[in-house]
């Protein structure tokens, strides 16, 4: 792992260290804490950030390995930092973005070597699309956080990558994340699998926010694709949302309003298939 993007173990110093969450998406989850306490450690160390607010303690169980319980997404617990307190051990800084790269990059490397890719059925035609859609939408990035949101394999990623931005990857599809992992489309410290209607759990706000190809909506799935829909535009100041039907691109269009967004609903020509509509939506008080 290089100095510029560093692995849990290299922040630590270590040789090996597992985290007791057993996925990303447990990470806000405090049950996992009574595994750190169950260790029989000889050691720990105390990882906070600039701030100095904890991001995490790991034990030294022997043999040097280590395990460490995550918390840039919740406060640990008195209990935990008695824990760490009693075993003794040093307390080690890093950037919380830094911490945060390396844990996805944890959990998505998991993901690429237990997961089979989905089926690669990308057309190669449509990167280009896409790419000429949103150099027109929002032009070059210069180093702007972009989320693209449920991601699939990371066609928008690769895409707004290339344009200049810097890129935060969702999805819940083990399968199409694997895919994406495998082509190089997603960066695992880039990548999360979550549940997209909790992502504020998990993201804290962005500048702008990617939806490609969402749906198919109907009456059926509605309340889910409204609950995505709302947790986009919420945690972004400008996003872009693209269906395939006039009627699916009116229903983004109400529940973005309800969130106070502005809408603007436009034609894509480019690809009259997937990305037909296209939903510039910005928050009116970010």
Request: charged share 25%; proline share 4%; aromatic share 8%.
């Amino acid at each position: 792992m290089s100095d510029e993007h560093p692995s849990l173990a290299d922040i630590f110093g270590v040789g090996v260290v597992d985290l007791i969450e057993p996925s990303f998406a447990d990470l806000p989850d405090d049950r996992f804490s009574s595994f750190l306490l169950e260790c029989h450690g000889d050691q720990g160390r105390l990882l906070v950030d600039e701030e100095s607010d904890p991001l995490a303690v790991a034990v030294h169980y022997g043999d040097d390995r280590w395990v460490a319980g995550c918390y840039h997404l919740r406060r640990p617990k008195a209990s935990i930092i008695s824990f760490f307190e009693e075993l003794g051990g040093d307390i080690y800084q890093e950037d919380r973005q830094v911490w945060e790269e390396a844990v996805r990059e944890y959990y998505s490397l998991r993901i690429a070597a237990a997961v089979t890719p989905a089926f690669e059925d990308l057309n190669p035609a449509r990167r280009a699309m896409v790419q000429s859609l949103l150099e027109e939408a929002w032009g070059p990035g210069t180093g702007q956080t972009c989320l693209d949101f449920c991601c699939g394999s990371g066609l928008g990623s690769v895409v707004m990558r290339d344009l200049g931005y810097r890129v935060l990857a969702c999805d819940i599809d083990l399968g199409l994340l694997s895919l994406g992992f495998s082509t190089g489309r997603l960066i695992p410290r880039e990548t999360m699998c979550i549940d997209a209607t909790l992502a504020h759990h998990y993201i804290a706000p962005v500048g702008a926010g990617l939806g490609l190809m969402f749906g198919e909506i109907n009456d059926f799935n509605a309340e889910t694709w409204e609950v995505l829909t709302r947790e986009l535009v919420m945690l972004t100041k400008r996003c872009l949302i693209t269906v395939g039907k006039k009627e699916e691109a009116g229903r983004i269009t109400a529940w973005a309003e309800q969130c106070d967004c502005g809408v603007e609903v436009s034609e894509n020509t480019r690809d009259p298939i997937y990305d037909r509509w296209v939903c510039t939506i910005t928050r009116e008080n970010p």
